[in-house]
């Protein structure tokens, strides 16, 4: 069974900066991508980032580029989101999901077969 638990969010202010981690509990999957959505309230889940099994590619919504960075460390089953500069319209509930048994585009939520159960990131003015 594949399991993603995702830890580090938490209430922080503007400007602060956060690390959330995923790790995956299932043996072998290093070897696909992963990505990072949040949902803020009242608004659908959206992308963050994503990153293909070697680390080798990295991308990033438009509004998380150049403050966020993404990163996955193989040997621990596990993938990060470095969060700084953080702005209020950050705040959300933030998923990590894994793409097992497909290849379409990590951009879109249906690409992905497995979630973890998100956690929260809260950022005051």
């Known amino acids: 069974q594949v399991q993603l638990v995702e830890s580090g969010g938490g209430l922080v202010q503007t400007g602060d900066s956060l690390r959330l981690s995923c790790v995956v509990s299932a043996r072998g999957l290093s070897n696909y991508p992963m990505g990072w959505f949040r949902q803020a309230p009242g608004k659908g889940r959206e992308f963050v980032a994503s990153i293909t099994w070697s680390g080798a590619n990295t991308a990033y919504a438009d509004s998380v580029k150049g403050r966020f960075t993404i990163s996955r460390d193989n040997a621990k089953n596990t993938v990060y989101l470095q969060m700084n500069s953080l702005k209020p319209e950050d705040t959300a509930v933030y998923y990590c999901?894994?793409?097992?048994?497909?290849?379409?585009?990590?951009?879109?939520?249906?690409?992905?077969?497995?979630w973890g159960q998100g956690t929260q990131v809260t950022v005051s003015s």
């Open positions: 999901a894994v793409q097992i048994y497909n290849s379409a585009s990590l951009y879109y939520e249906n690409s992905y077969d497995y």
